[in-house]
């Protein structure tokens, strides 16, 4: 109680000290241009009074405060007066001047406050990140090159085995596939290219899965970062818009909008404990409590030729039954969306079946005896795709932010531009992908650009859940590791500075197109 | 998740600085009634009894002490006098004043890695004893990632007054930078006798003592499920091939052997260099040790790579380990206490400290539930190595409190008065805290803890934690880090270990 009545208090000083500057300041630079030897006898007192305060106040010379201030404040008022003895200058020399004072007055603290917070911190690291571990000896750029040759930090020794992964493979055909489309509809209508769903939509999955076949090869701190900003960025502004359209205009629009939004309520520390239970992985011979693991060994129960795997065939059976029913429907109506969405919708399911008659799905392995046993997944110890489940934790929390922003981008839409495009006889589908998106398109940059600058600086979800280790490691926590437990503050440095110098475009062109947005 | 408990410290520590105000005042009180209030001088311990009459020898105002000490004694605990004196020693050189030992109303904080109910509260506790007869307010916090915390006090300019470093290395880091204080030669002669030759070693640096011994861990034992034994007709190995063969028999009549789990927040990684330096103790020897320790003999070493791979052989047998958490480098080394009790698997190798981490009523001792073994060494060598580790508290702040607070911990008043603490809390069973104070009260221990005892001093020889001596950057860094990338498997021995050798401050 008495922190907060504090605290409360120093709220109620401030605002009143503030209020009080803004309008001393005010009448201050009025007086300059309305009476302008009272204006230099009183900035002259201020000033002195300041003065005093100051010499006072560090005991350059004795004294109690408030006698020196006094005197300080006569001399300076005194040689105010004087100043202003030679003449007063024209009237527009003066506004100019108060209209300068003004400026001074108004952004010099805050200029002052960046500058003791931000812009001096960041020459000193700088600076820091050109010496030793202990700050004492000049290395020069010893300790970048330490970021770019450490192979925890940079592997690329692995790039081969790029070209021997299957999702470099899937992606080659997603973007063939895209790029066929494209071409074929383009030469109908006598283009080499067609930019449309059809082709975009493959060629942009293609690129993901690419990024990912990149990223799960190349191995790495800075990798790592990267990879985290491809996958979080990616899916959290799709998602979010997806949310966004489906979402606009349903009967509970807003209850579902308000479930997305609400890890945004949570902190990251906090959901990344909750995700460590989602996570957990028990012992074969212990019922699982961690959700994930327990529903896939549940499902590695099912053994083929077992009664539960004849179930889930069957239901599976159904599925697709249904699936084919729905492409038959849309092929003969020609919706293009329903036929094609059903037969890539069939294709995990057939799978699916495939594995429950044939393999086995699920978490079962041999045991010792050749009993089968629970097998789990170490969601957050077998790399490289734990960095992925590490994401889903930032994606669950940052679509909810996607989504609101873009589901205002949308409504702001406006309703003459939809109508238009109505009247000339655009489908529900073609008014969405040629009118919708292209306005909204500035709004999803921002909303990229602010994941982006987000995604790089991430350091919580990774120092809860695995504090970096088993290949997770991401530039912030390992500037945090280095600095501070191993009290190598060169190398700390020069990774803040590594962190700083990737986040500065993002946040440079983020800055420019809010302004662009708001003229 | 530690929220109520917290609350509840919060609460407690309020109601304890009420009382150490009370106290305060009631010591002026008694301090202006009387010139010195010492109790009767032959009740003090005899090194304080040394010191005191040290102090006479060169001292003018002895005459008026002595007077005063047959005075009629207060109700006030012994050890008041114990720093009493010790204060007296350091201000009558330099001035006449006899009120200077009253540090009622001053206000000591002490910050450390143990942070649980029991070892932080028992901590606390004894602390309170001392606050108690002083007057001085002590605040103990535990964190549970104090060494990154500790460097960014430090080098952030608000360090605690007394810090307690579970690394001797990290102890000369922060002596190199100049960021505490060298003990005074006053409480340096006050507790040098009462600890055995060579333990202050480790935390003097230059010649300069820069810590106090807190508590001592013994590191070389294994903790085992008697049931298993008796039942399956196990006997407790003797030697390491022994040990070896029970691995293989438990497997061979399904029992899990082991409990590993290493996973412990961002010092993740260190049972498993444990495991490491126990094994480099045994399998080589105390100079392969001391170089390697040293930073003379590089990880790289086909004798230190061979015994990593010796531990990860061991839990790779299919089987022959449990890990709560579903893979070791997935289990906090603390959550197998319970499997063990469940008879999940047979035995776990930790330091003395691991009682702490049992479930609450287990019973710990011969013929008990859970039962310890020394790790055995190799026959053929014929000697009995020992790993020890520990804490060090070491000073911020110079102030005659602050180095009061110093003494008392290296006291056997302290460790009494912890002892009993903790052993309180445990609810009277295996308290999980030692020390190798020569002249605490081992009547206070249990009838396991003093085989502990005997064991730290029958050891031939016995090192301290090899990773809590290297520097900071590898000790408490590569060491943990790559260490996990092998025991998951993400990278080999050799990988790992080269990663380390790169990481070695030249």
């Not at chain 1, 987000?454 to 979800?461: H, N, Q, R, T």
């Not at chain 1, 390992?478 to 500065?504: D, H, I, K, Y």
Request: proline share 5%.
């Amino acid at each position: 109680m008495g922190a907060l009545g504090g605290a409360l208090i120093g709220v109620v000083i401030a605002i009143g000290v503030s209020t009080a500057l803004f309008f001393g300041a005010n009448w201050l630079f009025d007086l300059a241009v309305d009476r302008w030897r009272t204006f230099l006898a009183t900035s002259g007192a201020l000033v002195g009074a300041l003065i005093g305060a100051v010499i006072a106040g560090n005991d350059v010379a004795g004294g109690p405060l408030w006698v020196w201030a006094a005197l300080c404040a006569v001399v300076g008022a005194a040689a105010g007066i004087a100043a202003s003895l030679p003449g007063t200058p024209s009237k527009p020399r003066r506004t100019r001047l108060s209209e300068r004072g003004r400026l001074v007055t108004f952004l010099g603290p805050s200029l002052l406050f960046v500058a003791l917070g931000l812009v001096i911190p960041l020459l000193r690291s700088i600076y820091l990140s050109l010496l030793d571990s202990r700050a004492s000896e000049w290395v020069g750029l010893a300790n970048y090159g330490e970021i770019l040759t450490n192979p925890n930090s940079l592997d690329l020794s692995g790039w081969t085995e790029i070209f021997t992964s299957r999702l470099f493979y899937a992606a080659l055909v997603l973007i063939a596939v895209g790029l066929g489309i494209g071409m074929a509809v383009g030469r109908r209508r006598g283009r080499t290219m067609e930019a449309l769903p059809g082709s975009i939509g493959p060629i942009a999955i293609g690129l993901f899965v690419l990024s990912f076949a990149v990223f799960t090869t190349l191995r790495g701190t800075v990798i790592n970062n990267l990879w985290w900003v491809v996958v979080v960025t990616g899916l959290s502004t799709a998602l979010g818009l997806a949310a966004a359209v489906l979402a606009d205009g349903v009967r509970w629009e807003s209850v579902a909008k308000s479930l997305i939004f609400l890890p945004m309520a949570i902190s990251f520390v906090g959901a990344g404990i909750i995700w460590r239970f989602m996570y957990i992985a028990r012992p074969p011979q212990k019922p699982q409590t961690g959700f994930l693991n327990a529903i896939w060994v549940w499902l590695g129960s099912l053994r083929p030729r077992t009664t539960g795997a004849w179930v889930a065939v069957l239901i599976l059976a159904l599925v697709t039954v249904l699936l084919a029913g729905l492409c038959a429907f849309g092929v003969r109506r020609r919706q293009t969306a329903f036929a094609i969405g059903a037969a890539v919708t069939a294709v995990p399911v057939l799978w699916l079946i495939y594995r429950f008659l044939g393999p086995g799905l699920g978490g079962s392995v041999p045991g010792p005896t050749g009993e089968p046993i629970a097998g789990t997944i170490l969601f957050l110890q077998e790399a490289p795709f734990n960095n992925v489940w590490l994401m889903v934790v930032l994606i669950w929390i940052q679509t909810g932010f996607a989504m609101v922003i873009l589901s205002a981008a949308i409504k702001a839409v406006p309703a003459e531009l939809i109508e238009a495009a109505r009247v000339d006889g655009a489908t529900e589908r073609q008014t969405f992908w040629n009118v919708i998106i292209p306005t909204i398109i500035p709004t999803i940059t921002v909303v990229a650009t602010t994941l982006i600058v987000l995604v790089m600086k991430v350091y919580d979800i990774v120092k809860v859940m695995t504090a970096g280790n088993f290949g997770t490691q991401v530039i912030a926590n390992e500037m945090w590791q280095r600095a501070f437990t191993e009290l190598n503050f060169g190398l700390g440095s020069a990774l803040a500075v590594v962190l700083f110098l990737a986040v500065v475009p993002a946040m440079a062109f983020n800055i420019r197109r809010t302004q662009r947005a708001d003229a | 998740m530690t929220h109520p408990s917290h609350q509840r410290n919060r609460r407690r520590h309020r109601v304890r600085g009420l009382i150490g105000v009370l106290f305060a005042f009631s010591l002026v009180a008694a301090a202006c009634g009387s010139d010195d209030d010492s109790d009767d001088a032959d009740e003090a311990p005899a090194a304080t009894e040394a010191m005191a009459e040290e102090s006479m020898d060169d001292s003018m105002d002895d005459d008026m002490m002595d007077e005063s000490m047959d005075d009629e004694s207060m109700d006030d605990e012994s050890m008041d006098d114990d720093m009493d004196d010790s204060m007296d020693d350091e201000s009558m050189d330099d001035s006449m004043d006899d009120d200077m030992m009253d540090l009622s109303g001053t206000k000591v904080t002490v910050f450390g890695p143990e942070s649980s109910e029991e070892e932080a509260g028992a901590m606390q506790d004894a602390l309170d004893v001392f606050a108690a007869a002083t007057g001085i307010e002590i605040v103990y916090t535990g964190a549970r990632d104090f060494s990154d915390q500790i460097n960014a006090q430090a080098v952030g300019g608000n360090p605690p007054d007394i810090a307690v470093f579970p690394q001797p290395g990290k102890v000369g880091d922060f002596a190199a930078e100049n960021w505490i204080l060298a003990v005074p030669d006053s409480v340096t002669s006050a507790i040098e006798a009462q600890w055995p030759a060579g333990s202050l070693d480790t935390v003097t640096f230059g010649g300069t003592l820069y810590g106090v011994p807190n508590k001592t861990d013994l590191k070389s034992i294994v903790w085992y499920n008697t049931e298993i034994f008796s039942s399956g007709g196990f006997s407790v190995p003797e030697s390491l091939t022994e040990l070896q063969i029970l691995t293989a028999d438990m497997l061979a009549a399904g029992i899990t052997p082991w409990c590993v789990g290493i996973e412990s927040g961002p010092a993740t990684g260190w049972p498993f260099t444990d495991w490491m330096e126990d094994l480099v103790l045994r399998v080589q020897d105390e100079n392969v040790y001391d170089q390697w320790v040293a930073g003379d003999l590089p990880f790289a070493d086909p004798r230190i790579v061979g015994t990593a791979q010796f531990v990860l052989e061991l839990w790779n047998i299919p089987g022959a380990v449990y890990a709560a958490g579903g893979s070791i480098a997935a289990t906090p080394f603390g959550d197998n206490g319970e499997p063990l009790v469940a008879g999940d698997c047979a035995m776990h190798r930790q330091a003395s400290f691991f009682a702490a981490f049992l479930p609450e009523g287990t019973s710990v001792g011969p013929g008990q539930e859970i039962d310890v073994f020394y790790f055995p060494a190799v026959a053929a060598k014929g000697n009995r190595p020992v790993l020890t580790a520990g804490t060090y508290v070491s000073a911020f702040r110079d102030a005659p409190e602050v180095w009061a607070v110093m003494e008392f911990f290296g006291s056997a008043e302290y460790a009494n008065a912890r002892q009993a603490a903790q052993a309180a809390r445990q609810g009277g069973g295996q308290s999980g805290f030692l020390s190798a104070n020569l002249d605490q009260d081992l009547s206070l221990y249990n009838d396991l803890e003093r085989s502990f005892v005997e064991i730290l001093q029958t050891a031939s020889p016995a090192r301290f934690d090899g990773s809590d001596l290297m520097p900071a950057a590898v000790g408490a860094g590569t060491f943990w880090t790559e260490g996990t990338s092998a025991v998951n498997g993400d990278k080999t021995v050799a990988e790992a270990f080269a990663a380390i050798d790169a990481s070695w401050p030249q």
